[in-house]
């Protein structure tokens, strides 16, 4: 496993974090706490020094187990040397928010605190190393109110650090507050398909020192390169709608095209997970990547990707050719 510096916070963090939403238990379809366990206990075995959750993780339960597997290892949920990075949601309204939201009504002082305290006692720690807020819009740059109720919290040594996650539809909306230096870290998606925040957010981030966390780096598995478009999702697995109807069929002749690529480079190895993960820490932006991991094996694989030699400059050039915006409708 290496390691990079957590932009400005400074941590040494591993290459590759562990992603927590499916081991909550809600959203990935059945999910068993054993083998979440084992392939968490797995990943901090293989260096894994980073680990991203979220409070809607299975309301808490996601965190709970992060919690869990410290304290056998004689750790908090926060304080080091393994950094767990939490999200608080907006209060109720439409995810993502709307234009004309309010930031101190979806992301209040009062709440904010009392979903830290919430994060505090199921994560079992004295202070959280990153929270983030779980979404964001543009228009909230204005008056960004939410940061200065979590920068008192800093000062009063709730949080060590803070970060917001990208709107899907949005990804560069996070730079004017990274210039005016109010965030120590971001959480982005970047992958072959969606390369937008190469544009300006990982370069804004680069010259700020803001720590630049990767998520959905298999575009929810489709880089893997396992899915056909017979593929059939379990119930209860949020991919049922993600991948509805013509999108799975489009998706899966796309990763295709990318596995072509893969297979005619010089690189060795050549397993679709690895390149994507690797397609990822190529950008010298990025901190840390935290692919989803279910199981053991998906552990093993995951992190053997940051043992590998760096993708060539070649391969990697080549892979920017399948940048697919899906917002585009006037695209071919
Ligand atoms: N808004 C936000 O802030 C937000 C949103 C999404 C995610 N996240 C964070 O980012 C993390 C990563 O995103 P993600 O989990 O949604 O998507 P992802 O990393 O693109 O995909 C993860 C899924 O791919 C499959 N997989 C993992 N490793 C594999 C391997 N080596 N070979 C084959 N299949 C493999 C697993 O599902 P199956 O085995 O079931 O296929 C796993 O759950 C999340 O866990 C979460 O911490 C944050």
């Known amino acids: 496993m ?90 109720n309204g439409v995810w993502p928010p709307l234009p004309d939201d309010v930031c101190g009504e979806r992301y209040p002082a009062d709440y904010l605190r009392q979903r830290v305290e919430q994060s505090l006692r199921d994560l079992d720690a004295e202070v959280l190393d990153l929270v983030q807020l779980h979404t964001w819009t543009r228009a909230w740059n204005r008056d960004p109110v939410a940061l200065e109720t979590f920068q008192q919290l800093k000062k009063e040594g709730k949080i060590l650090a803070i970060g917001i996650s990208t709107p899907e539809h949005d990804q560069n909306s996070l730079t004017g507050l990274m210039r005016a230096d109010l965030l120590d870290s971001v959480q982005v998606i970047y992958n072959i398909f969606e390369q937008e925040p190469a544009a300006e957010l990982l370069h804004v981030a680069q010259q700020h020192n803001v720590g630049v966390i990767v998520r959905v780096v298999f575009d929810e598995g489709s880089l893997t390169g396992k899915f056909t478009s017979e593929a059939a999702f379990a119930e209860g697995d949020f991919r049922r709608g993600y991948f509805r109807g013509e999108r799975l069929a489009e998706t899966v002749r796309r990763v295709e095209q990318v596995r072509e690529t893969i297979q005619t480079s010089q690189d060795d190895p050549k397993d679709m997970p690895s390149v994507a993960i690797r397609f990822a820490l190529k950008h010298p932006a990025v901190s840390v990547v935290i692919p989803g991991m279910r199981t053991v094996k998906q552990a093993e694989l995951n992190c053997a990707a940051s043992d590998q030699d760096p993708l060539s400059d070649a391969l990697h050039q080549a892979l920017k050719a399948h940048i697919w915006r899906r917002a585009d409708w006037y695209q071919d």
Not at 28 to 36: K, L, P, R, T
Not at 54 to 74: D, M, P, T
């Open 2 to 91: 290496r390691y990079r510096t957590f932009g400005r916070i400074g941590w040494n963090v591993s290459e590759i974090g562990f992603g927590a939403w499916a081991i909550g238990g809600d959203a990935w379809g059945h999910q068993d706490d054993n083998e979440s366990l084992a392939a968490l206990r797995r990943a901090l075995d293989l260096g894994v020094t980073f680990i991203d959750t979220a409070q809607v993780y299975g309301n808490g339960h996601s965190e709970q187990l992060i919690a869990r597997v410290l304290k056998e290892r004689g750790q908090r949920g926060g304080g080091g040397p393994i950094r767990v990075a939490t999200k608080i949601p907006p209060a």
